[in-house]
């Protein structure tokens, strides 16, 4: 065991059959989040917000993502 050792956070999962990855974007103030929307209700979660293009591929390294991810205004 190391004392100091960096902690890596596991892969974080989501069920693709039940959420689908969405960016909700402002129109006024042009503010970008990352989240998930539930097929049946339409709620999103919002997971992180997105200040550059790099928080984007992080948020697509974290959960796995390939494709295009639909904005939502």
């Known amino acids: 065991m190391r004392l100091f050792a960096k902690k890596t956070a596991p892969k974080k999962a989501y069920d693709p059959a039940v959420l689908t990855p969405v960016i ?3 129109i006024c103030t042009g503010e970008k989040t ?3 929307r539930e097929a049946g209700t339409g709620k999103i979660r919002e997971v992180m917000a997105l200040r550059s ?3 984007l591929e992080q948020f697509r390294r974290e959960y796995g993502i390939t494709g295009d991810i ?3 205004y």
């Open 24 to 26: 909700r974007a402002s």
């Open 34 to 36: 990352a989240g998930f």
């Open 53 to 55: 293009d790099e928080d």
């Open 70 to 72: 639909e904005t939502v």
